[in-house]
């Protein structure tokens, strides 16, 4: 892959980026604002006397979708070079599957399994002295779940002349979880959800946090995938757009 094409997809990746982090904007306003104004209506209840340094609307408007789309187009450029280096490497996939395949995967690695061991919580939860540590202790599982994922590509790609690729994806996927599960049983513990606090809302928040990157991981595969398409194989593209406008024509 040459440099121009490095550079193509990276650009597109970037664009796929921001289009992801377009709906994953919608489905934070939608889905994950309401329960944090009500983990923040819990928290005055306990600050009534603090000033607050920026005002819910703006956090909750301009603020999210800074956030958002900055993040969309920084993972869609660093998403893009992942997708340069894998395409051709893991397997015989078309631009289109290796960009859901590695969308999937980096969900999968950088969010879902962190997730499982330090959850996202809402405002009010959690101490303001241990933040350094939780956020430590975070980065570190998504450090190791991250490599962990990588080494078990490698270790499928390894066993596959010798057990087939269906037996090697098994012996990669079972290594992957049993040493996650061993992260997950060594390293400490985190729970500072306070006692008064509705378990209804903690859920809802939570979840509403892996729907999101669920739609923002998703939505850069889907969006990503196309645009790979049209840049590698733009003889397939033109032919498939041929085939469907004479369909459609009769």
Sequence with gaps: MNSATVRNLLVRGMLAGLGAGVLALIAAYFLGEPN?????????HSHEHEVEVVSRSLQSTAGLATGVLVYGVAFGGIAA????????????????????????TALLAVYVVPFLKYPANPPSVGDPDTIGRRT????????????????????GKRLAPRLGNWYATLVAVAAFALLTGLAYVFLPVVNEVPEHFP??????????????????????????????????????????TAAQTVAASH
Excluded at 83 to 91: D, K, N, P, Q, T
């Design 136 to 155: 430590t202790l975070y980065f570190l599982m998504m450090l190791l779940s991250v490599l962990l994922a990588v080494g078990a590509i490698l270790l």
């Design 199 to 240: 378990a209804t809302l903690l859920w809802r928040f939570r979840l509403s946090a892996l729907a999101i990157q669920t739609v923002l991981w998703a939505g850069f595969g889907l969006l990503f995938g196309e645009l790979a398409e049209r840049l590698l194989n733009p003889r397939l593209t033109a032919a498939r």
């Design 36 to 44: 944090v104004d009500s983990a923040i209506g819990l928290e005055h």
């Design 81 to 104: 070079l992942a997708y340069c280096f894998a395409l051709g490497r893991v397997g015989r996939f078309g631009p289109r599957a290796t960009a859901l395949l590695l969308s999937g």
